[in-house]
């Protein structure tokens, strides 16, 4: 069993940065996906990017390409989501997840396939 924990989001203003992080407590092997979601009010949850813990590829929503970059420390119980150029869209809570198998782009528009999930932490983006 996995526990993942998010933290990092606050307010933030349009064209700011933040950076979110997913602390990862419990057995977990390398052939895990890890995986950054977000769910804006009234709206379904969707993939942003997730990274595949042993090989270390990352797969990205296109909205979030070359702003977003997804990273996990050394000793691979930490992953990050490093947010630039933010905009009102990014707006939403952020969830981390786990899955217990490699992954890549199309699992990102598939969020029944992560086994586990945080509870999640809000960003808010304003002008």
């Known amino acids: 069993q996995l526990q993942l924990v998010e933290s990092g989001g606050e307010p933030v203003q349009t064209g700011g940065s933040l950076k979110l992080s997913c602390k990862i407590s419990g057995k977990i092997a390398n052939n895990y996906c890890l995986g950054w979601f977000r769910q804006a009010p009234g709206k379904e949850r969707e993939g942003v990017a997730v990274?595949?813990?042993?090989?270390?590829?990352?797969y990205y929503h296109d909205s979030v390409k070359g702003r977003f970059t997804i990273s996990q420390d050394a000793g691979k119980i930490t992953v990050y989501l490093q947010m630039n150029s933010l905009n009102s869209e990014d707006t939403g809570t952020y969830y981390c997840a786990a899955m217990r198998n490699y992954c890549s782009q199309q699992n990102l528009l598939r969020p029944q396939d992560f086994d586990y999930w945080g509870q999640g932490t809000r960003v808010g983006v304003s002008s």
């Open positions: 990274i595949n813990r042993n090989v270390g590829d990352s």
